[in-house]
């Protein structure tokens, strides 16, 4: 077999090799669209590929009802370095994976730096083994004993190439930069110092980027301020703050924690927009009518004071119709900015309405809340839903950054814009065959059409499930240099400007509304921030993708620790995923588990073709979306695999879990499991 050909001869395939850890694989082809594409590789016809790995492959013919190949070359490795657990043999260090996608194990040569057997440990592969050969690699890491959270957690990021510190000379700039603004900096911008703006943020937030304002005109419009924190006056262009923010990409939240992509002196200190003190900003200052239509807007370099750093909690209640002493005392205390947070939810419902109107989808993620002691370990597991508050800021962040977006490609300025496209047809038509055995028709895969099937199981039990089979048809959202509009928000310009201390997106438009303000967007100055926005597109996807694995990977690691503390409970919960093996099933607080077909009663059972049912003898049906209650039977931290059973079932045998089935899985380039990028963080906002 040969690797690395730069021109693969004519009559082979070329596509990804996906491999399933029971012996075979998929080709995926790179010209590709549908799922009819696809190759299957039988057990031994791999070639010495690796899951992930680009292939040439050759067709065999077939292999009873589906198409078949083999590959006959490796054309670039996608696993080069690789995480599991060290073992000792014979005084031979080998590490074996934690996919089990993988072929292992691999033996540890060089040096063993300190590597121990039963520690968690990355590998860069120096050889990929042969028949006759094993796979290699030298230690590259190791991060403690195998089998905890915390060592687990560490290799994640390691995985994904997520750097807790930040180098030295990185924090060295970050202390340079005073902590205050300097008296000389306000000089040409507006002063804004003497408005009524505010933040909203989560209780626990510490990187407060964005700021609010509304008031009325003398025409009785409304007039709302979005306020931003000019990230780019102290990260500049080159510099080594803004080399380490563009290879970092994003800020990444899971649990109670943040990696940052600045610096805590910047994020949390001089950018944060702290109450009561100096701040630099970008305003987006938008005038609406009574309809929410952007009527007129300015975009300026601004200097604010906020009156109040605001929680989303101490909001909601003031805002609900509670009449108890805590809300009482809220609505005493904040009286002076009550009347404008009224206005505030009043004015963020009319931009809710028009975004509906016009198409945008009411996706609902159900995503977690982790709550951790104060050692970390997760002590619950909360469904975090969306408060009036958080609407609001959303809503208003939103409208910024359409604004923003449509003010620069009217000027047919560079801009990263965040793009989302349509549903694939095949995508759209393996959402309909999903849908058909809960009685849900969708006759055009386009947003009016989406909606009509989130509106049709609006409070129903199987909402969480269809919502998730739509975010599953859908698209990925992505950074382009080219503005190819929103399809899930229905929005003809979209940008992210809103948060440039955690998104390097949101700092390349701001370096590029600062340059177009002060007039040197022209010339030489225009194409090398062409030029850099194509790389930050680029780039800024790549690295929000990592973020994004990343988080979940996590996550699924604190849930299993929690789990393992609740074995033999039972749960109420739901069919997530349906395979020949089992079924996948979501509990209502978001933590997914395995049930395999060995714990069902009776059988044999038989997957349907979609695998959306799982049938049995005397008419036992197992259906995508029906609830289900099950009992916990095991939890592992180490790799967040939590296994269920039926309450008063037998823990059946542990076995390598199959591969979680996606109906509709991610396609060629910009294809995906999600539709935008709806994990909260932190600071509880949606990513769009």
Known sequence: MTEHRDHPPSGGVTGRYQATGRGFGFLIPQDGTR?????????????????????LAVPSGEDGDRRAASVTAVLERANKIVTGTLRRENRVLWLEPDSPKLPGPIQVVGKARGGRAGD????????????????????????????????????????????????????AAAEEIPQSVDPQAPAGRADLRNKCIITIDGASAKDLDDAVSLERDDQGRWVLGVHIADVSHYVTAGSPLDLEAFERGTSVYFADQVVP?????????????????????????????????????????????????????????????EDGPQAGALRA???????????MAALARVLE?????????DLETGESCIVCGPD???????????????????????????????????????????????????????????????????????????????????????????????????????????????????????????????????LMVHRILTALLAGALEGGREKKLAAAVQRAAVQSSQRELAAQSAEREIEKRYMAEYMAGRLGETFPGAVSGVTKFGLFVALANGVEGFLPVAALPG?????????????????ARYAFGMALEVACAAADPASGQVDFVLPGGEPVERSPRPARPDPLPPRRKGGGKRAMHVPRGRKGRRRR
Request: aromatic share 6%; with cysteine; proline share 7%.
């Open 35 to 55: 799922r009819e594409d696809d190759y299957f590789i039988p057990p031994r016809c791999e070639g010495g590929a690796w899951h992930g790995d680009t292939v």
């Open 120 to 171: 968690k440990a990355a590998v860069a592969v120096t050889s990929y083994g042969s028949t006759k050969r094993p796979p290699m690699g030298t230690l590259l890491e190791t991060f403690g004993p195998a089998g905890t959270r915390a060592a687990s957690t560490a290799a994640v990021l390691y995985q994904y190439e997520i750097d807790r510190d930040f180098p030295v000379p990185v924090l």
């Open 261 to 321: 992509m600045l610096p805590e002196a910047l994020s949390n200190g001089i950018c944060s927009l702290n109450p009561r003190v100096d701040r630099l900003t970008l305003s987006c200052t938008m005038t609406l009518g009574a309809d929410g239509a952007l009527l007129d807007h300015r975009i300026e370099q601004s200097v604010i004071r906020t009156a109040e750093r605001m929680t989303y909690e101490d909001c909601n209640l003031m805002l609900s119709r």
């Open 333 to 343: 205390r904040y009286a002076a900015i009550l009347p404008m947070l009224t206005d």
């Open 353 to 361: 309405r028009r975004r509906r109107l016009r198409g945008s989808l």
């Open 376 to 506: 970390g370990t997760p002590t619950d597991i909360l469904r975090r839903t969306q408060g009036t508050s958080e609407a609001l800021i959303e809503s208003f962040m939103l409208c910024a950054n359409e604004c923003v977006a449509q003010h620069l490609a009217t000027l047919r300025k560079p801009a990263v814009y965040r793009v989302h496209e349509k549903p694939s047809a095949d995508k759209a038509e393996g959402l309909r065959a999903m849908l058909a055995p809960l009685n849900i028709a969708l006759k055009d895969a386009d947003s009016f059409g989406l909606q009509k099937v989130l509106d049709a199981v609006k409070d129903k039990p199987e909402a969480p499930m269809v919502h998730a089979m739509v975010l599953r048809a859908m698209m990925k959202a992505r950074y382009d240099a080219q503005n190819l509009g929103h399809f899930g928000l229905a929005a003809p310009y979209y940008c992210h400007f809103t948060s440039p201390i955690r998104r390097y997106p949101d």
């Open 603 to 619: 059988g044999p059972y038989r997957c349907d073709g979609l695998h959306t049912v799982l049938t049995g003898p005397g008419g």
